[in-house]
């Protein structure tokens, strides 16, 4: 399949509209419509239908876009690292996975010291929830992963190193002016009345658990895609929400933090591949151990 096919699929997802991903990719939107055609009639499936306001993809569309929006990325760090090597640099990128939380946390004061200490070293991050980096590492996609053991757990796979670099703390997060927002630690039953906000199954099964542990069950009535949305969501007061530890550094001002009563845990990882280690993903797990032991 032609790859800039697939860019023009992505660029229209992303746009919502034919004639402006014609415009942005510099072709007709006649072009764009044959582009698309011709890749669903590959595919045997339709990728996209149209809507009031232009168009976006099927069900089928927004699984294929998700691939082809990796593929993509990595496309492109395949033509860098062959132009580097061509220009004369040397040296084996080192591509980082990290869940959202730690890629916000711990993972960027890691990398900046492990440049400090080891000097330049092509880079890059891909965020993503444990299964899904835990399998891109086995694939060879990436030289580390920073994980977490959260439901659904840590795989277990001979294939790779893990290695455990503590326990990280949930924290609640509230909207500034919150009664309850200058106490702490509290225990999690005064929170019992409260609306939840969660991002994925993994935190949502750990404040479960919590929860019934002092005798109750919370009401998780609202949803966010992500960390960040699920913060938005706190900052306006529609929820409160529990978050790992780590992220404390690193949240916006019109939300704070307070610590629990024994808080559930999770376990931090990292996970590399027992075969052909990346020649930095020691130094750099040495790093990481350090930042979050800080």
């Known amino acids: 399949m032609d790859l800039t096919v697939w860019r023009t699929f992505v ?11 014609a415009a942005e990719l510099h072709h007709t939107q006649s072009a764009v419509s044959r582009q698309i055609a011709g890749l669903e009639r590959q595919l045997g499936v339709p990728l996209m239908e149209r809507h009031a306001r232009g168009v976006r993809p099927t069900p ?14 990595e496309a492109d760090r395949a033509v860098r690292a062959a132009r580097d090597v061509g220009d004369g640099a040397c040296g084996r990128p080192l591509a980082v996975g990290a869940t959202p939380s730690l890629a916000a946390g711990i993972v960027p004061e890691a990398i900046r010291d492990l ?51 503590g326990l990280d703390g949930m924290v609640v997060v509230l909207p500034v002016g919150h009664p309850q927002g200058e106490q702490g630690p509290l225990p999690l039953q005064v929170l019992a009345d409260e609306m939840w906000v969660e991002d994925n199954d993994g935190s949502a099964a750990l404040l479960r658990r919590h929860a019934a542990r002092a005798g109750f069950s919370p009401r998780i009535d609202l949803a966010a895609a992500d960390l960040h949305g699920k913060l938005a969501l706190v900052a306006a007061g529609h929820a409160i929400a529990l978050i790992p530890g780590v992220l404390t550094c690193a949240l916006r001002p019109d939300v704070t933090a307070v610590t ?29 151990a350090g930042v979050f032991a800080s």
């Open 115 to 165: 440049l400090e200490h080891a000097g330049p070293v092509r880079w890059s991050l891909l965020p993503g929830l444990t299964p899904h980096l835990h399998s891109r590492v086995i694939a060879g996609d990436l030289d580390i992963a920073v994980v977490t053991d959260a439901p659904p757990g840590l795989p277990n796979d001979p294939r790779v190193e893990p290695r455990f670099l």
């Open 60 to 73: 089928a569309g927004e699984v294929f876009r998700r691939h082809a929006l990796a593929t993509l990325n």
């Open 11 to 21: 660029t229209v997802c992303r746009l919502g509209s034919l004639s402006a991903a």
């Open 260 to 288: 629990l009563v024994d808080p559930p845990t999770r376990g931090i990882y990292t996970v590399t591949p027992r075969r052909d280690p990346h020649p930095s993903a020691a130094v750099l797990i040495d790093r990481l």
